[in-house]
């Protein structure tokens, strides 16, 4: 078919106006959000699926409203399910895109139908592409950092923005600012010469820690504690292989682990017999669920297991307990946990 030129003048008339028809649409039912990273994120009016990039992602969505969330990263076990929203607990496993070879596969994600993705920034690796990618087939891109407590609240008052939620994320900013406050205070009362040494114990021997520097074990001094192991991050995660000889220089008054394995056949372990923790019966179990109180990815379960490990170095200036345990379930993770599931969170 012949398109004469006034024809072809109009039908370019017309496609242009359809194209800003769906801009201006897509505008009106739309609100600006600046992100963490600096990027102007047009999001949608209404919102019902939002899909988390890594688990320190998702978790944080859950404690804003798990009926949003799209999807988990990674498989929940039984035990961490039962103490998860019903909302929450059969979500599909959708991947994502946060280092060690994990990376979703897009054409899944598109199949839950998030109308937003939230990333952890900076991005590593290949995830600038993928975030490209998302952006191109239309999917909304929203960037967070989630390394220190105060990108934490940045966090939930951008998303509560985001999600139409402020009151909720207002009120979790509150308990996060007024426990770190307390912590800040027992910091301040305690000298540094007279803070309780502190090693992390990981892997079935024991010999796998965290730099003083690390992500991981932040929490230590977060509670008021020395980690002995200062050392400079050579990996992400912020964990290195320690020597025998090296553990029993430092001699911790304290032990901290979150491998069930090591804690079993430490105290009749003779390599270990000369450690000041393992002669005080000074070694605790950080407790794991639904999401660990202490290590690994920056979560904000740490300022749980930061006040738990307060208290275990300094009983008495420190105080805390079992209701202060139950009160965060309920308030971030919004379940009521008994007393007989408080003793399974906090047993190997």
């Known amino acids: 078919m012949i398109v004469f030129p006034k024809r072809r003048r109009f039908l370019g008339m017309v496609i242009f106006a359809v194209i800003t028809s769906i801009a201006l649409f897509q505008t009106a039912n739309a609100h600006v959000v600046i992100d963490m990273s600096g990027e102007a994120v047009n999001i949608p009016q209404s919102l019902h699926k939002v899909f988390g990039s890594a688990p320190p992602v998702n978790a944080l969505i859950y404690t804003l409203d798990p009926r949003l969330l799209a999807g988990w990263n990674l498989p929940l076990s039984p035990s961490q399910r039962q103490y998860l929203d019903p909302a929450a607990r059969q979500l599909p496993v959708l991947g994502g895109w946060f280092g060690q070879g994990y990376n979703a596969d897009i054409g899944t994600i598109l199949q839950a139908h998030p109308d937003l993705i939230v990333f952890w920034y900076p991005y590593m690796g290949l995830q600038a592409s993928v975030v490209s990618k998302l952006r191109a087939l239309g999917l909304p891109v929203f960037n967070i950092k989630l390394h220190n407590l105060t990108d934490y609240m940045q966090a939930y008052r951008l998303l509560g923005e985001v999600f139409n939620k402020q009151k909720r994320a207002d009120k979790l900013i509150h308990y996060l600012s007024e426990k770190n406050d307390a912590l800040q205070k027992l910091r301040t009362r305690i000298p540094e010469q007279n803070r309780v040494t502190v090693y992390f114990a990981g892997n079935p021997d024991g010999l796998r820690s965290g730099c003083d520097e690390s992500m991981p074990t932040a929490t230590i001094q977060w509670a008021g504690g020395e980690n002995v192991f200062h050392c400079t991050v050579n ?22 682990t979150d491998n069930p394995i090591f804690l079993s056949k430490v105290y009749t372990n003779p390599a270990w017999a000369p450690l000041q923790a393992v002669q005080h019966h000074r070694i605790y179990y950080i407790p794991q669920q639904p999401f ?57």
């Open 235 to 256: 990996h992400f995660q912020g964990y290195q292989q320690v020597s025998m000889g090296q553990l029993l220089r430092w001699n911790p008054e304290v032990i901290v």
């Open 292 to 348: 660990s109180w202490f290590n690994r990815l920056y979560s904000f379960m740490q300022i749980l297991g930061a006040q738990w490990l307060a208290h275990k170095l300094y009983p008495q200036q420190f105080a805390f307990n079992d209701k202060d345990i139950q009160h965060f379930y309920q308030q971030f993770l919004g379940v009521k946990i008994s007393d007989t599931q408080l003793r399974e969170i906090m047993r190997p």
